[in-house]
Structure formats: C-alpha cells, structure tokens
C-alpha cells in the first residue's frame, strides 16, 4: 500500500528565506506524487505532480520538487519565501489499488516571519 | 466556469440532527470525493465515486452515507449527526486518471453540538 510521510507539522521561515518541506513516500510500484497547497479558509489546489516524466517538477508561485527514487522522497522547496506563501501544505501520492484516490499526507503548516 | 462547489459553507447541528451536504462539479469529471479535514490529521476519505453510478468506502465511512446523483452531483448525508463529525468537509473531483489533479471545493465547516 502507498503512503506519504511529511516530516514536521509546522516549518517557520524569515522572508527570503529557503522553504524545504519534506515529504517521503511508500510505494510498491512507480508512484505518481502531488504537492497541494491550501490558504487559510480554503480548498485545496494543486502546486506541482510528478508523473515519471522529468525528475525535478516546477509548480507555481515559485516551487519546485526533485523525486528522488533512491531516497523515496519528494521534497518540496522555494529558493526565498514571501509573506504570501504561508499556508498549509500536503504531500499525496496516488492510490494504485483502484478507484482513483488520492492518499494525503498529514500536512505542514507553513509560517513565514517578516 | 465555477469548478466545484459546495453547500452550505457553514454549518451546527445538534447532536442526532440530519443533513446533507451538496457537491456540484461543472468540470465533466468522472470520480468525486468527500473528504473530512481535522487539525493535525490531514485530509481522510469517507466516500469516493469512481464513476457515475459507483460508489465506495473510504477510510472513515462510518455514520455517513453518499449518492451520486448524476455525474455533476454528489451529496454526503449524516443521518444523525454526532460531536465527532464536528470538522470541516470538502468535495473534490477528478478527470479520472491516476496521474490526474484533484479539485477542491471551498469546504463546509461543520459543528455538532
């Protein structure tokens, strides 16, 4: 079964700063990983997907992500944060059991200080 | 084009009360979602329908029920509602393949009391 562990609940950054959230995952089979963001009071979007194409994926606002096979991880970065990226992020993986769900990650909160 | 949206956008109950909530989706996608959001717990299934006329458990089915009522619409009941459904809720909807994006609705905050 697939999974995705996010390490830290809560990251704080100063503005300018490198964002790093960290996700690794769980899969017995060639994952398709997902980056999701969600502002306060918000549904969630969509940051980036990798879907074994190239490794390293450009979202928007800024963010990227290396899958790194080796390292079952799909860490998520910004080379200098703004006020305007605080806000929750989830690492997901697709279900390759059926039924075309999505498994979430717990989530990280990101605080970004002035 | 409004994407997915749901109703209401809040919500108290008393305990034992009914309700349902409404999902719409005007993206002609095949799978839709309801999904239950609780601090520090991330994002769990209760329902999911792969496909217009199929509907499945989730993670944490228990005390709810759903209807795809066509493929635009999918609704979630809570037959009696109990302090622990108190959470927010959201719907989202998918093309329906795996590599495809999810899109959320705007979520319904619900409190029982």
């Known amino acids: 079964a697939q999974s995705v562990t996010q390490l830290g609940s809560h990251v704080s950054v100063s503005e300018g700063a490198l964002v790093l959230l960290r996700c690794n995952y769980s899969s017995s089979v060639p994952p398709y990983l997902f980056w999701y963001v969600q502002y306060p009071n918000q549904g969630l979007q969509l940051l980036l997907k990798y879907t074994s194409a190239a490794t390293l994926v450009k979202g928007i606002n800024g963010f990227e992500a290396e899958f790194k096979k080796s390292e079952t991880s799909f860490h998520l970065t910004k080379p200098s944060a703004h006020m305007s990226d605080a806000a929750e992020y989830f690492c997901?993986?697709?279900?390759?059991?059926?039924?075309?769900?999505?498994?979430f990650g717990a989530g990280t909160r990101l605080f970004v200080k002035a | 084009n409004a994407g997915v949206t749901q109703t209401p956008k809040f919500q108290v109950l008393k305990t034992g009360q009914s309700m349902t909530l409404q999902c719409a989706q005007d993206m002609n996608h095949n799978s839709m979602y309801w999904y239950r959001q609780d601090p520090g717990m991330g994002l769990r299934l209760i329902y999911y329908?792969?496909?217009?006329?199929?509907?499945d458990k989730g993670e944490v089915p228990n005390g709810y029920n759903v209807s795809r009522l066509n493929k635009r619409e999918f609704s979630l009941r809570l037959e009696s509602a109990a302090p622990s459904q108190t959470s927010v809720y959201f719907c989202?909807?998918?093309?329906?393949?795996?590599?495809?994006?999810?899109?959320f609705g705007p979520g319904t905050r619900l409190t029982v009391l």
């Open positions: 329908s792969a496909s217009e006329g199929t509907t």
């Open positions: 997901a993986v697709s279900d390759s059991t059926g039924g075309f769900k999505t498994i």
């Open positions: 989202a909807s998918m093309a329906g393949a795996l590599t495809d994006t999810q899109y």
